[in-house]
Each structure stands twice: as C-alpha cells, then as structure tokens.
C-alpha cells in the first residue's frame, strides 16, 4: 500500500471517499453488500481472470464479502472520489417488511462483483446524495433511510437478480480449501480472513491448510505469488513496479528481496 491521504466522510449508510494521491492499493473485502458510485478519477478493480475499470460517471456493485484488489487514481487532474451506500442486512429486512415483501430464498446464487448499465434513476440518486456531504450537522436517520430505500427501489427496478440476491444473509459456510486459495492468494489479507471466507476459525484453517498443502500457510502464498510475479515479469514483460501489488506484496523491497531470495536473482534483471 503507498503512503496516502484519504478523507472518508460517513452519513449514516452513506459514505464519500476523496484519495489525495495519485496511486493508492488495498485489498477491498466488503463485509457489507456496497453500491458505489464514481465521482471523479479512476478506479480498477482486479479479480481473477477479470478486470474492471471504471471511471466518473461508472457505478459497480459489490457483494458482501467478496474479495478484490483496488487500484485508485487520480485522472483528468481530479483525485479519486467515490460515494458508496452500504445495503445492510438490517436495511434489506427493514425494506420487505416496509412493502410487504417475501424475503427472496437464502438459496439464491450469490453474485459476484457487478458493473451496473447506465441508468438515470442511478444518475438521480447519486447527484441528489452529493450535497449532503457539505453539511456540517449529521443526514437526519430519516432521510438517510429514505435514501437507502431509494437505491433499494431501484436495484428492484433495474436487476432483480440482484435485488433478490440482497435477500441472502447467511454467513460463509465451510468450503473448499483448495479451490478458494488457488484463485484468491494473491490478496493480502491476514490469514484470520481468509479462515472467515473459507468457514473456518484460525485454528482450524491453520490445521485443514497444513492436511491439504502439506506446508504453512505463509510459505505457500509468498511462493505462489512469487511464481505469479514471475510469469508476469517473463510473459508479459511488464515490470516490477507493475506487479508486486497485483500479486500480493505490500511493497517493492520486500517483494524484490523475497524474489532474489526464490529465484537467484533480481526482477529487475529480467527485462534488461
């Protein structure tokens, strides 16, 4: 992660997000299903085997605890800023009460991370949320609430899919260790997280990763993120710089020395 200013302003639900830099990385795990909107700058979303990138004007949609590696910058002069409605479990319930609607089967397919078409009514929303973050007093409950059954509304409206996805409240069960870990290592996270997404406490999924891989599982996520550098660095002739966060690293020293130290040599001797 590079060093970075970030202003988040909360209105109940509601957030804004304003990153002064022009590079800031994280790995975005969502424990909330999230609508985010962009305002200005750039923001690339790397899952595997997808990349999304969405500039001023784009909305996507994230599902709860769903894993991504976020990339923002700034473009056209303008940092990144983004507003974001958090869809509550307790905002969803409170909306099908309110309509008298039949909460959707929590046997639904949970979705994955969804770039929305254009669409006026998310248009309307988003432009009507921007000036409350001038205001120096807290949004009243009422209004952030009547905000928040507006975007519900309207997922309604424009997806029902994943509206009714929004119904499933259930918590990541115990899954399968092998197929979670070889399409996500390349997020750094603590390993207490990736125990929480695969339904184990850390205990357990210290002991299930050890039967299954036969190692810790710090030694196997730096060499399979070093083996993933590697390739990038090799196939695609990209460079380091380009590629430490993308793999996994929190940094390009720890990531060239970790590199030299596997490989016998520096990355940046690759290219050259």
Known sequence: MISHTTRSVAKANIFL???????????????KNTLIRMISGEMKIILPGITYVLG????????????????????????????????????????????????????????????????PLLDSLFSSLVPY???KNELPESLAEAKTDEAISILKLIDEELFNSLGNFEEPGKINLTDFMEKNFMFNMPLERFGYLTGRSLATFNRDFRKVFHTTPQRWLIQKRLELAHRQLVEYKRRPVD????????NLSHFSFAFKKQFGYAPTELNT
């Open 133 to 135: 973050f001038d205001l």
């Open 17 to 31: 997000t304003c990153t002064e830099e022009s590079y800031y990385s994280n790995e975005l795990i969502v424990q």
């Open 56 to 119: 001023a004007g784009d909305t996507i949609f994230f599902p709860r605890n769903e894993l991504a590696k976020v990339l923002k910058t700034a473009k056209d002069g303008r940092p990144y800023s983004s507003v974001a409605i958090y869809l509550t479990p307790e905002a969803m319930q409170g909306y099908f009460v309110k309509h008298h609607l039949k909460t959707p089967s929590s046997t639904m397919p949970k979705l994955g991370i969804k770039q929305m078409e254009k669409h």
């Open 243 to 250: 590629v430490y966060l993308e793999t996994g690293f929190e």
